[in-house]
Nanobody, 124 residues
Framework: QAQLVESGGGLVQAGGSLRLACAASGRASSTYVMGWFRQASGTERDFVAAISGSGGITYYADSVKGRFTISRDNAKNTMYLQMNSLKPEDTAVYYC?????????????????WGQGTQVTVSS
């Protein structure tokens, strides 16, 4: 079994930055692709970014490309999401997840373990 715990969320003004972290334990090993998703109130959970097991390949949603950076430190079993130039529309609960199933890394159904989420609020 794997456990994922997010941290680093908070309230920030538009244009500001936050760094989220996802600490993994149990069977969330470095061989898995890991991803970040977000869910605004009343909407579906949307893909934000994903990273390969080695960290050498990354994927981003168009809405965050150029502003967010995903990374991982396998020695620390931790994944990060550096968020710069934040906008009010980035407000959401952010979740990290482990990709276990074959299929698109954009799809929530490709992921099996999820963290509890961390709230990010961007004020205008």
């Amino acid at each position: 079994q794997a456990q994922l715990v997010e941290s680093g969320g908070g309230l920030v003004q538009a244009g500001g930055s936050l760094r989220l972290a996802c600490a993994a334990s149990g069977r969330a090993s470095s061989t898995y692709v890991m991803g970040w998703f977000r869910q605004a109130s009343g909407t579906e959970r949307d893909f934000v970014a994903a990273i390969s097991g080695s960290g050498g390949i990354t994927y981003y949603a168009d809405s965050v490309k150029g502003r967010f950076t995903i990374s991982r430190d396998n020695a620390k079993n931790t994944m990060y999401l550096q968020m710069n130039s934040l906008k009010p529309e980035d407000t959401a609960v952010y979740y990290c997840a482990r990709k276990y199933y074959s299929g698109s890394f954009y799809a929530t159904r490709s992921y099996d373990y999820w963290g509890q989420g961390t709230q990010v609020t961007v004020s205008s």
